[in-house]
T-cell receptor, first 113, second 116 residues
Framework: GENVEQHPSTLSVQEGDSAVIKCTYSDSASNYFPWYKQELGKRPQLIIDIRSNVGEKKDQRIAVTLNKTAKHFSLHITETQPEDSAVYFCAATINTGGFKTIFGAGTRLFVKA | SAVISQKPSRDICQRGTSLTIQCQVDSQVTMMFWYRQQPGQSLTLIATANQGSEATYESGFVIDKFPISRPNLTFSTLTVSNMSPEDSSIYLC?????????????FGQGTRLTVV
């Protein structure tokens, strides 16, 4: 089945710097790659996503890139702010007659003011 | 989008007992998903609940331990049976709906379970 690996597990940056989180997936049939942000004690929420026919997508300070050949995708946050501090999960979704999403292990991002 | 109401939000249970978690969705969905998230860890898929058929369990999870009901397209329950302290975790239900040209996963608030 699908396996998603995520690195780093913890990331600490200074406010204003950029943060990059990287993920790899194993099943080439996965075709949708969402990223979720989970603040402490809250449910995960979608922040950006990308489909396998797109190489890059940007939404304000957040961008995601996808290399389908290498089976890896990355999240880039620019001009980080303290409110970006949270746990970020990458995920890969595969359509097996119904959608099934497998999550990475998560990255705990600390943005220091 | 989808709004999911999950309850209870938290519970403290005695070992050997069972707890049933409920999720209600504000729209009809074909599949509902149940995840476990241990403190500081990722979300692990327990099973997929389909209306009108038995749930599909992931490796490491069995129906006797985590029976699931899916009586209609807006509701599902997950029972954690014969609990032990190792079952202490956050349990979340989720649905995937068409949103902004893709599918997006929406989550319930989670149930924080502590087994003593």
């Amino acid at each position: 089945g699908e396996n998603v690996e995520q690195h780093p597990s913890t990331l600490s940056v200074q406010e204003g710097d950029s943060a990059v989180i990287k993920c790899t997936y194993s099943d080439s049939a996965s075709n949708y790659f969402p990223w979720y942000k989970q603040e402490l004690g809250k449910r995960p929420q979608l922040i950006i996503d990308i489909r396998s026919n797109v190489g890059e997508k940007k939404d304000q300070r957040i961008a995601v890139t996808l290399n389908k050949t290498a089976k890896h995708f990355s999240l880039h946050i620019t001009e980080t702010q303290p409110e970006d501090s949270a746990v970020y999960f990458c995920a890969a979704t595969i359509n097996t007659g119904g959608f099934k999403t497998i999550f990475g292990a998560g990255t705990r991002l600390f943005v220091k003011a | 989008s989808a709004v999911i109401s999950q309850k209870p939000s938290r519970d403290i249970c005695q070992r050997g007992t069972s707890l049933t978690i409920q999720c209600q969705v504000d729209s009809q969905v074909t599949m509902m998903f149940w995840y476990r998230q241990q403190p500081g860890q990722s979300l692990t898929l327990i099973a997929t609940a389909n209306q009108g058929s038995e749930a599909t369990y992931e490796s490491g999870f069995v129906i006797d331990k985590f029976p699931i009901s899916r009586p209609n397209l807006t509701f599902s329950t997950l029972t954690v049976s014969n609990m032990s302290p190792e079952d202490s975790s956050i349990y979340l239900c989720s649905v995937e709906v068409a949103a902004r040209g893709n599918t997006e996963a929406f989550f319930g608030q989670g149930t924080r379970l502590t087994v003593v």
